[in-house]
Every structure is written in C-alpha cells, then in structure tokens.
C-alpha cells in the first residue's frame, strides 16, 4: 500500500508547525530574545520541510514494515 504525494505533503506541514514551535521555544530560553527565536524557527522551517517531503517519498519507496493485507 502507498501513501500519496499529497498525503506526504499535509504530513510534512503538521510536523514542521510541531517541530518549528519546539525550536523557536528553546532558541528563545537560550537566548531570551523572542525575535532571535522566532528568527532561528524561520530559517529551518523552510529547509526541514524540504528535507522531510524527501525523506517520507523515500521511504515510501521502502517496502520494510508494509503490508497488503487490511484489518
């Protein structure tokens, strides 16, 4: 069975907003500055999402753990 591109794609905004509040909130108790957070999770936003879309259609390539039969 395999995921489609688009399913592939809401998945990789979902845990970029996840995974971009986790990263402005300790850049900003490390460096006490909302705007050098917020700064720091706007830079990786953008090349953690490309790298993710990536990473999930390769995997999907993957057959390791799939399985054809449904429950």
Known sequence: MQ???Y??????ISW?????????IISYFITGNLFM???????????KMVLYYIHERVWNKIPLG??????
């Open 66 to 71: 799939k399985t054809d039969i449904e429950k």
């Open 37 to 47: 957070a917020a700064s720091i999770g706007s830079i990786e936003v953008i090349t």
């Open 7 to 12: 399913r592939s794609a809401i998945k990789t």
């Open 16 to 24: 970029r907003t996840v995974g971009t509040l986790d990263t402005i």
């Open 3 to 5: 995921e489609r591109a």
